[in-house]
């Protein structure tokens, strides 16, 4: 694409942009909103307005919406036009200021985890003008907040600013102890790799449980998966490429900046990188990649599947989550430097990330939990549901030679006095990378990898955010109270590594060996969504949320509720398509297969009674033992769907969900694959494995 420099923001009120449609005087009042988080003066929001209605309707929008992340995990939009009828029976375009800085969607019928009652509807969007406003669908789409009528957040995005604003207060108290003074801000910036599958329009649309669910409740493994590990990094196919292509040209002119695609290493499912930004627009950038993946595929006459794990028997889909620390003026805060200085300011960043991780693996944990990535966390395609860092063999052996007083044995061989002698410059590549690791260190950044595909990065941002700025302030404490800041400084990062190194592993996450070598360290292994959402509210948890002011006490249990709600919500309606799909569908498909092969064989004996029917009969035999069995475990399933329902505690009926109905569906899937792979396919009701990972 020649002109792709000039399509690139073009549905974007971006800086430039607003530097052509603005007066002087508005822009740099505007700027200074968005870079230090002043106040917008309504007078300077009218001519913001204006200007961005003008921009919108030359290139034939007629509404705006305020664009909001509710606790659904997708966007939310209300959409309103710019008409204002005058005099006569006409009607002018208009956009007030105050129509773009709030909103007021109805508040009630969003997850809000008991914060509001249902006829306690109102609710507000605020403009966010740290994420540019945009043009989707012939609407200009404003990125806001959203929070209820008596202040508390309802959505993704307003704990996330908080975060971004509480971590950067907090390193800007410890770059002043190392004499930065210039530094204004420090920005989280994050890089999401986005996994995903690519299925026939026709077939998606013949599984109910794809649509219902995301994911197939049924289907026996085809003859080949991905053993042959021939489509990681393989020939794109035509069809797929015209995706890609038109894919990244939509995200292009939305600004977001999509850099790398190739195909994963299962049938039919590829990945979309982009390149690093500031957290705040990352999280606004992936939800719209997820949204127009979708839009794009349907145009295709493709199904984009977003869920963690669309096929059983073959790789899920993840999020890599790649975060680093930057200042305002380009400094990597997670790279090493050339002077004593700067190593010694990075190790204390580092340090602080390594007690952060180990003091709340919970959290972070949490931050990944669903039912749906329940399915991948610890099955050998991604990360264990144990919480461990990954630094390489270079980066520990620096860290053991600090804590032991001894002469590093690499680069430099000297002692390893912090802020003394100079630490060795050493590569962003001096050890492999561990793609078993949930959180890796990669050079200069960290690549937190247990995220599903489908996940907001909102909350895990949020959760790295605050654990990172809870330790840079413990850290801040201790050094600003320092007589002697070197001397200080040294025993800090010594201490700290100390205590905390076990949460530093950086051998086969997938082991079980190191299954039960987390256990001695005292690691968590919260295997389940259930296991993991208790930990949430645990006096310590709520103590660092609301002493940074993230969350409100109320505003975590809230939270806590919406969490287990989805847990359970999503394993009620898989139960109830499984047993919709063998009702209505598998048990009638069998039964017309058995009842040919039964006609077969009568057929055969009238016609020559000598011939043998073993081949039929024996099928009809095997059928219907399996049929049985079928309809067994589905009224065992219907029973523990039941009785789940009937359970009031949140708690124990998420409880209930894992232990009772999970198993039940396990073994009815069990037996309804097995039929599958017995019987003929034009009797089959559903597309295949094999027809839906090999068709595209």
């Known amino acids: 694409m020649n002109n792709l420099p000039e399509i690139f923001g073009s549905m974007v009120f971006n800086d430039k942009t607003m530097r052509e449609k603005l007066p002087k005087e508005t822009y740099k009042i505007l700027r200074r909103t968005i870079d230090q988080g002043k106040k917008l003066d309504i007078n300077i929001a009218n001519i913001v307005a204006n200007a961005m209605k003008d921009w919108a309707v030359e290139k034939g929008v007629t509404h705006f919406t305020h664009w909001f992340q509710p606790m659904t995990g997708i966007t939310a939009e209300k959409h309103d036009s710019f008409i204002s009828p005058t005099d006569g029976g006409n009607v002018i375009m208009e ?13 009630s019928s969003f997850p809000s985890g008991g914060l509001r009652a249902t006829f306690e509807a109102r609710g507000y969007t605020a403009w966010d003008p740290s994420s540019y406003a945009f043009i989707k669908d012939d609407t200009l789409c404003i990125p806001t907040v959203f929070y209820s009528y008596s202040g508390e957040a309802l959505d993704k995005k307003t704990p996330l600013m908080r975060s971004m604003e509480v971590l950067s207060k907090q390193a800007l108290r410890i770059l002043r102890l190392f004499g930065d003074t210039e530094t204004t801000v420090v920005n989280t910036t994050v890089g999401p790799e986005q996994e995903y599958f690519l299925i026939n329009k026709e077939d998606y649309l013949a599984r109910k449980d794809l649509v219902f669910c995301g994911r197939t409740l049924f289907g026996a493994m085809p003859p080949k998966g991905q053993e042959m590990e021939d489509h990681y990094f393989g020939t794109i196919k035509p069809r797929v490429s015209a995706y890609m292509k038109e894919l990244d040209e939509e995200l292009w002119k939305l600004g977001v900046l999509a850099k790398t695609k190739h195909n994963e290493v299962a049938p039919s499912q590829h990945e979309l990188a982009p390149i690093f930004t500031s957290t705040n627009v990352a999280t606004d950038h992936n939800q719209l990649t997820m949204e127009m993946m979708k839009k794009v595929a349907d145009r295709h006459g493709l199904a984009c599947l977003l869920h963690e794990k669309p096929f059983d028997g073959v790789n899920g889909s993840g999020k890599h989550n790649n975060w680093s620390l930057s200042t305002n003026s380009g400094v990597n805060l997670l790279e090493p430097g050339d002077s004593p200085r700067e190593n010694a300011q990075f190790l ?19 931050s990944v939990a669903s039912a749906g990535n329940d399915h991948r966390l610890g099955a050998n395609e991604a990360p264990p549901a144990i919480v ?3 630094l390489g063999d270079e980066l520990s052996a620096i860290l053991d030679s600090i804590v032991e007083g001894k002469d590093y044995q690499g680069i430099a061989k000297e002692e390893m006095k912090v802020g003394v002698h100079i630490l060795p410059r050493f590569p962003k590549d001096t050890t492999d990378r561990n793609r078993t690791s949930p959180f890796a260190f990669t050079g200069n950044k960290f690549e937190f990898r247990m995220l599903g595909s489908n996940f907001s990065i909102a909350g895990p941002n949020m959760v790295l955010n605050t654990i990172v700025a809870e330790e840079l302030s413990q850290f801040a404490d201790v050094l600003e109270q320092a007589d002697d800041f070197a001397s200080t400084l040294n025993k800090l990062i010594k201490k700290t590594i100390k205590e905390h190194k076990r949460i530093i592993f950086n051998g086969n996450n997938y082991a079980e060996e190191w299954v039960k070598e987390a256990e001695k360290r005292g690691l968590l292994n919260l295997k389940t969504t259930v296991d993991a959402l208790p930990h949430y509210i645990e006096p310590k948890n709520i103590k660092l949320f609301t002493k940074h002011k993230i969350f409100t006490e109320s505003e975590m249990y809230s939270r806590y509720e919406i969490l287990l709600e989805n847990y359970c919500k999503t ?48 099928m009809v035999t095997i059928l219907s033992e399996l049929s049985a069995g079928v309809f067994e475990k589905t009224q065992k399933l219907e029973a523990a769907l039941s009785h789940t329902e009937q359970i ?16 039940a569906m396990e073994a009815l899937r069990k037996d309804a694959d097995e039929i599958e792979s017995l019987v003929g396919e034009k009797y089959w009701p559903y597309p295949t494995y094999g027809k839906m990972l090999f068709s595209v």
């Open 348 to 366: 204390l960043f580092l340090t602080a990330v390594i007690k952060a991780v180990d003091e709340y693996q919970d959290l972070l944990r949490i």
């Open 571 to 618: 394993l009620h309606i898989e139960g109830k398509t499984m047993l919709d799909m063998i009702k209505k569908d598998i048990i009638p498909a069998v039964t017309a297969y058995c009842k040919e092969l039964s006609e077969t064989a009568l057929s055969k004996k009238s016609l020559c009674p000598q011939v043998s029917c073993v081949t039929e009969e024996s």
């Open 388 to 390: 461990s860092m990954f």
């Open 95 to 107: 956009f007030s200021g105050k129509e773009l800085v709030k909103g007021e969607p109805d508040a």
């Open 648 to 663: 009031s505690d949140i708690q124990a009926q998420a409880e209930s969900y894992r232990d009772e109905v999970i198993p």
